[in-house]
């Protein structure tokens, strides 16, 4: 994979800027990385943070920076993605066993009372919010957990490493797409 990282900012800046004279507001752009399996997302997290190498970096130019697999799993997660009400829901679902934080906070979503611990919700795979996850944050006893899908478990497992707990968090989007199959 060969990447100019330059470029493509340029051509996104363009884009936003091209969509917001035509009256389009654009708060932010979120980049989309396909990969055969989930060990690419593996591969492309190897080596220093922010994570890359000469062929690819995780550009802090945008919002996010989403990895999905090129099969029917990356084609449900793109849908869901894609889908706020959809997106909120498997959010919603993921963080109910868990307490909301005081204040809201971008390095986790919720917080685990029983261990003290926050937890990090990412099923969508961003590989930037993986590349400044801090193993032990300000203000809490124990290292955050993050919830993923499944199938991302254990890739996601050897880019945080051991201090960051990973778990699987029930299939929503699976059961969502079993759901709209049954009604029709």
Not at 89 to 94: L, N
Not at 168 to 175: G, K, T
């Amino acid at each position: 994979m060969y990447w100019l990282k330059n470029s493509e900012e340029n051509y996104a800046a363009s884009i936003k800027s091209l969509l917001r004279s035509r009256g389009f507001e654009i708060s932010s752009i979120h980049q989309i990385v396909i990969g055969s399996t989930m060990s690419v997302a593996q591969r492309l997290c190897h080596g220093s943070k922010p994570f890359g190498n000469k062929y690819f970096v995780v550009s802090t130019f945008f919002s996010q920076c989403l990895f999905l697999t090129n099969n029917p799993d990356g084609d449900a997660l793109l849908k869901a993605i894609l889908d706020d009400t959809a997106a909120m829901e498997i959010s919603r679902a993921a963080l109910s066993p868990f307490r909301q934080p005081p204040i809201p906070a971008r390095e986790y979503d919720a917080i685990d009372t029983v261990t003290d611990r926050p937890v990090i919700l990412n099923y969508q795979c961003d590989l930037l919010l993986l590349s400044g996850i801090y193993s032990l944050p300000e203000g809490f006893h124990g290292s955050p957990i993050m919830l993923c899908l499944d199938y991302q478990v254990q890739t996601i497992q050897k880019i945080v490493g051991p201090a960051i707990e990973v778990r699987p968090l029930e299939n929503r989007i699976e059961y969502e797409k079993k759901k709209t199959d049954t009604s029709t």
